[in-house]
């Protein structure tokens, strides 16, 4: 993805940034776009689809050590 997002807290963010890359594993929850991406590994250019040209994503994470990329 095009950034990262590390910590502990529930965050709702957009970008409009291509998403060669999902890691998100050790988080709550990560949806794109409505679509559940929690506890997925893929790096093989799958893009979720875009809603007006742009990404939503509502990241949850439990510990201070989770991770989205």
Do not use: E
Request: aromatic residues 16%; proline residues 4%.
């Amino acid at each position: 993805m095009p950034f990262v997002k590390d910590g502990a807290g529930d965050f709702t963010y957009v970008t409009s940034s291509p998403i060669k890359l999902i890691n998100s594993w050790n988080i709550r929850l990560l949806r794109i776009n409505g679509a559940v991406y929690t506890k997925v590994w893929n790096s093989r250019n799958q893009s979720p689809v875009t809603i007006a040209a742009d990404y939503t994503f509502h990241y949850v994470g439990k510990y201070t050590w989770s991770t989205q990329k």
